[in-house]
């Protein structure tokens, strides 16, 4: 008889108290590669001081990290049918982890920046299969619930990884932002080999050239856009967009005949699983235009950088009561419901905020981002559960991996669209990105409701 942590999980997920252990897992592996997203930024200036770096070159620190997972996540899902999303998960913990180590020990940029790439390539086998171990672990009719959890996780890791980072830089080394990973990856680790439940495998094969053409396409686009903050870099960045995009038409002319691709264009096809991804990217491109926009906004008002910090936390405090609601309503009552409220909810703070008065009261500004944070908290939740339940349980893989690569999509083009404002406008470019962000929630929005009307599709148990 085959021991617990091997055998398949059911369609009526684990049994109790292992379903708890599994998800204790997945959400300690989330935080931790979520939280890497995030968590160096206030830490930069200190580590390109220490290793002699310049300024600019110690953004490598972060873009590392985040290009490498967004170049092998939906590669890394495909992988996760053919030999197990489990395996994937454990394989991409333990690079993860070794990693981390790397980084708390490296002498020089270069080496930190070269751990990060590989700290990226496990936190991608971690991201790029959550959604579906998810899925199999709790029962289908808990499964709003389940993604529930995923999303407050997601969500509040990305949303206090510099208030975590401030707390451990007061009391130790910058080093330790990396090293305290380390005893977190193999209690995690020790806990995923024992509880995290396994799926039936795809008979196909890992298609290599389409793995090449992905991360070929997704890494000069989203570099090329980044670059393009920059004046003296905008030829090369042009010439890494054309480069990208020649080598995404090639990957959409090999993958889009083929039964499981790594692109997922079978569930595309979709309408609700289309309008979902398009709900998922705008909305989190408002997210982070407006994370990234706001602290410049609020030291524009006359206040420091402690202060932003505390003007900052409604948002995450709001998001963490509204995203485990959600995910139970969402078991209820339509997505396209709850997500089309919550965004016009994000839209309507996003735009008071950006019309907020330089001698506006402290309340005033605190209840504007909480119901930021109360609307993106009711829109994520139940569009990740339909995401999931719109794709057949054995493509579980690829609509987790879309599920991941969507949200990172839309964080990254969000800050790239705040960086050309800056470019463009100087210090009115962070007002200017309060109203693209609402404007960007409330397309979302109506992207949301579209999926009430028609037939938008059916869900898969």
């Known amino acids: 008889m085959p021991p617990p942590s091997a055998s398949p999980a059911s369609h009526d997920g684990l049994p109790v108290p292992r379903r708890y252990w599994a998800i204790a897992a997945i959400a300690l592996a989330i935080t931790m590669s979520v939280l890497d997203s995030t968590i160096v930024n206030v830490a930069l200036p200190t580590i390109a001081r220490e290793l002699h770096a310049s300024a600019a070159a110690s953004i490598w620190v972060i873009n590392a990290y985040q290009l490498a997972i967004l170049m092998l ?170 480069a990208g995009a020649l080598l995404g038409a090639l990957l959409v002319r090999h993958e889009l005949p083929r039964p499981g691709p790594i692109v997922p264009f079978d569930l595309l096809r979709g309408r609700l699983f289309s309008l979902s991804i398009v709900t998922s990217v705008c909305s989190f491109m408002a997210q982070m235009a407006a994370l990234v926009a706001l602290p410049f906004e609020i030291q524009r008002l006359g206040h420091s950088a402690v202060a ?91 609509a987790g991996g879309m599920l991941s690569a969507a949200r990172l999509l839309g964080q990254t083009l969000g800050a790239a669209g705040v960086a050309i404002l800056f470019r463009a406008y100087g210090t009115e470019g962070s007002h200017l990105a309060l109203y693209l962000a609402a404007a960007l929630a409330l397309t979302a929005a109506v992207v949301s409701s579209v999926r009430l009307t028609g037939s938008a599709g059916e869900e898969n148990p």
């Not at 950006?354 to 209840?367: E, L, M, Y």
């Open 73 to 242: 996540l939906l590669p890394l899902a495909s992988l996760g049918e053919i030999v197990g999303y489990r395996r994937v998960a454990q394989t991409g913990l333990a690079v993860f982890t070794l990693a981390s180590l790397g980084c708390a020990f490296a002498p020089d940029l270069l080496t930190l920046s070269i751990a990060r790439i590989v700290q990226g390539l496990g936190a991608a086998g971690i991201m790029s299969v959550s959604g579906a171990l998810v899925r199999f672990t709790y029962p289908h009719r808990y499964l709003g619930r389940a993604v529930g959890i995923n999303a407050f996780v997601v969500a509040t890791s990305a949303a206090l990884g510099p208030t975590i980072a401030s707390a451990v830089l007061a009391v130790a080394h910058w080093r330790w932002l990396f090293g305290i990973n380390v005893p977190l990856g193999i209690l995690t680790i020790a806990i995923a080999l024992y509880a995290l439940p396994d799926n039936e495998r795809s008979q196909r094969r890992f298609n290599l050239a389409a793995a090449v053409l992905c991360a070929g396409a997704f890494g000069l686009l989203l570099s090329g856009l980044q670059s393009l903050a920059h004046h003296s870099a905008a030829p090369l960045a042009l010439l890494q967009i054309a």
């Open 308 to 398: 932003t910090g505390l003007f900052m936390t409604p948002w995450p405090l709001a998001l963490a009561l509204a995203a485990p609601l959600a995910g139970r309503l969402a078991d209820r009552h339509a997505a396209g419901l709850l997500g089309g409220l919550g965004l016009l909810a994000l839209a309507a703070g996003l735009a008071l905020l950006a019309a907020f008065p330089d001698d506006g009261s402290i309340t005033g500004f605190v209840w504007r981002m909480a119901l930021c944070g109360l609307g993106f908290g009711f829109f994520q939740a139940p569009n990740n559960r339909t995401i999931m339940a719109a794709a057949p349980r054995s493509r579980s893989g690829a």
